[in-house]
């Protein structure tokens, strides 16, 4: 082991099952129940496809099982990208030939391809149909659309897959922050990444403080989080991605610990990847209001009461710098000192219990009470609240479909808008996502995620942790608000289905834009000559 495997982790190298050995595997992998379950289905003579994203960790688990002896009974191919179909196929058939189970990794565009041409082996045709049967259907808003429990072939979607427990991050970070990984001919603290891989291997509860944060931004990024991104994370916080070269010309350039702590380098505007544009936008520490604290920080250069768990000189408060008129070094300072408080000092778990709760979530919601969250939030986000006395009723019920349409090269929130219709609130259901039982617990907890339903229909919206925080933003703020694509996205599909049925007419509201001047209502009325709109006085 070496800091520059260590460095890896942000490129991705050291992730790269193709490149890393089995001692580096043993190191970097992420023990789930995934291991235990993938062994029961070979183990009941059934083929187990992994399928995900480049990074989901795919053909790492199966080097890992591999390293370890346990698919000795299996046919093992680690890239179905990297080999002709016609060889998959002939090994596979061999493989049943045999008795044995196949152990296959690949990407969804290669497996959708190949599995076709399985039709036509009388060996394999019921494993390819399960599998197609599988193919993105694992996670369901309903447990009526999820397959019949395969008997031949069982597919695991790493994408479903989520490693976002603070738990098993927590392990991930004690596991690197050992000597072994130390740069080299220096001492832990001479630069600044030995100083954190020495600071969080000895403060007791630092790793699991800094998993909480990197949980927390992960679920808010709204998209999946991958293994190889996962470590990204960890290695970032703990280096920076600085060379060796980098740490050694630090060395006596910083005063203290300041500026280059684990979430100093989270949060640093060079950090490439999902994960890391989370953290800055979500997850600093430093932009929780903690009035007490934030005072004494402030003031004092640390917490009025409670205790450091790592050895640290006094700070100088950033009240001095301001005093010499340093503001931005006042400024940097106080941020600094808060990320690390939230680390390294026991007033942290009340910072990170204070941003946790701050969280709005899917699932802190009952059904009836996020879905009047969601339309209320809807509404607001085309038509403010103080704009509300003047419209007809229908616009303030339910779900107005407000539509656009324009050639210009405007955004969405400068266009005039439309709607004939609302959707009744009855016609709308909350649903959640419900996982293939036969994958219950393996691939960690389900994503914290809802859809708003229409019944009628079958259109859903996916109501994510950043789009329920901004319908709650449009709910209690009149100013303007970028409109998330997924809700004009929704509302048009909606509209169309409607306008298929033929069943839009008898009302028309247009705004000026999204929380601009509604300019006009109307009534449709039928006339001798057709449909004739008589307009209302919107004041």
Not at 20 to 48: C, M, Q
Not at 147 to 171: C, Q
Not at 275 to 294: N, T
Request: charged share 20%; net charge negative.
């Amino acid at each position: 082991m070496s800091y520059d495997l260590l460095r890896d982790l942000y490129l991705g190298a050291a992730t790269n099952a193709d490149l890393t050995t089995f001692a580096h595997r043993i190191k970097f992998h992420v023990r789930t129940p995934l291991d235990r379950v993938l062994l029961e289905i070979v183990g009941s003579g059934r083929d187990v496809v992994l399928t995900g994203n480049p990074g989901d960790g795919k053909s790492h688990i199966v080097r890992y099982l591999q390293d370890r002896q346990r698919l000795p009974q299996c046919e093992v191919e680690l890239d179905l990208s990297a080999a002709p179909e016609a060889r998959v196929i002939e090994r596979w058939r061999r493989a049943h030939e045999a008795g044995r189970p196949l152990v296959l990794c690949a990407n969804e565009g290669p497996l959708k391809a190949l599995l076709p041409h399985l039709e036509g082996e009388p060996r394999l045709a019921a494993a390819g149909r399960e599998l197609q049967g599988q193919l993105g259907h694992l996670v369901a808003a309903h447990p009526g659309d999820l397959p019949s429990e395969p008997g031949a072939a069982v597919l695991i979607d790493l994408a479903d897959r989520t490693l976002l427990d603070p738990r098993l991050v927590a392990d991930a970070i004690r596991g690197v922050t050992t000597a072994e990984f130390l740069p080299e001919g220096v001492s832990g603290r001479e630069t600044s990444a030995g100083r954190n891989i020495d600071l969080l291997g000895q403060a007791t509860s630092a790793p699991e403080r800094l998993a909480r944060v990197i949980a927390l931004a992960g679920q808010r990024a709204g998209e999946h989080i991958s293994f190889r991104q996962l470590w990204a994370g960890v290695s970032f916080a703990i280096c920076a991605g600085k060379m060796q070269s980098t740490l050694r010309q630090e060395i006596g350039l910083q005063e203290d610990e300041l500026g280059a702590a684990p979430l100093d380098n989270l949060m640093r505007g060079n950090a490439q990847g999902a994960l890391l544009r989370a953290a800055r936008q979500y997850a600093d520490p430093a932009e929780v209001p903690m009035p007490q604290l934030d005072e004494d920080l402030w003031a004092r250069g640390a917490p009025a009461s409670g205790e450091w768990e790592a050895d640290f000189a006094p700070f100088a408060s950033p009240a001095g710098a301001w005093a010499q008129g340093l503001h931005g070094l006042a400024l940097d300072r106080f941020r600094s000192l808060k990320r690390l408080v939230t680390l390294f000092h026991s007033a942290g778990d009340s910072v990170l219990d204070r941003m946790e709760a701050n969280q709005d979530r899917p699932g802190r919601h009952a059904d009836p009470a996020l879905l009047d969250l969601i339309l209320h939030g809807v509404r607001r986000l085309y038509l403010a609240g103080a704009d509300e006395a003047g419209a007809p009723g229908w616009v303030l019920q339910g779900l107005p479909l407000w539509t656009n349409h324009t050639y210009q090269d405007t955004p969405v929130n400068a266009r005039p808008h439309v709607a004939v219709t609302s959707v009744p609130a009855t016609d709308l259901e909350i649903r959640r996502p419900v996982r293939a039982p036969w994958l219950a617990g393996a691939l960690g907890p389900l994503p914290e995620l809802a859809w708003l339903h229409h019944r009628p229909s079958g259109i859903a919206l996916p109501v994510t942790d950043a789009l329920l925080a901004t319908l709650r933003k449009a709910a209690h703020t009149p100013g303007p608000l970028m409109i998330p694509e997924a809700i004009p996205r929704f509302l048009a599909r909606l509209s169309g289905w409607e306008e298929g049925r033929g069943s839009l007419g008898g009302a028309m509201a247009v705004l000026e834009r999204p929380r601009g001047a509604l300019l006009t209502a109307a009534t449709i009325r039928a006339g001798a000559n057709g449909l004739a709109y008589g307009a209302a006085d919107v004041g």
